[in-house]
Nanobody, 124 residues
Framework: QVQLVESGGGLVQAGDSLRLSCAAS????????IGWFRQAPGKDREFVGV????????YFEAYMKGRFAISRDDAKNTAYLQIHNLQPEDTAVYYC?????????????????WGQGTQVTVSS
């Protein structure tokens, strides 16, 4: 069973950039596609984006294109979510998850393992 641990969250100011990490253990990350989700206070968890197993393709929720980027370093068994120009509405707990599917799923039920999340708070 794969264990995922997110890190890199914190309190930042609007306009800052942040890189979140998702470190995997107990399995080989290259076996999986990696998705990122977030849950803002009082809201449902929502899809941010996903990267495929080879790292050659990504897919993002439409309104998140441009400010978010996903990458992976399988040698380090770690994936990353880069967020640019953070805004207060980006305040949320950010989760990574892995999927065995070859395509790029945006539905939570398509993911097999989840991390516990890392809090990102953006002040105006």
């Amino acid at each position: 069973q794969v264990q995922l641990v997110e890190s890199g969250g914190g309190l930042v100011q609007a306009g800052d950039s942040l890189r979140l990490s998702c470190a995997a253990s107990g399995g080989t990350l290259s076996t999986y596609g990696i998705g990122w989700f977030r849950q803002a206070p009082g809201k449902d968890r929502e899809f941010v984006g996903v990267i495929n197993r080879s790292g050659t393709n990504t897919y993002f929720e439409a309104y998140m294109k441009g400010r978010f980027a996903i990458s992976r370093d399988d040698a380090k068994n770690t994936a990353y979510l880069q967020i640019h120009n953070l805004q207060p509405e980006d305040t949320a707990v950010y989760y990574c998850a892995v999927t065995l599917l070859a395509r790029l799923p945006n539905r939570q039920g398509r993911y097999n393992y989840w991390g516990q999340g890392t809090q990102v708070t953006v002040s105006s």
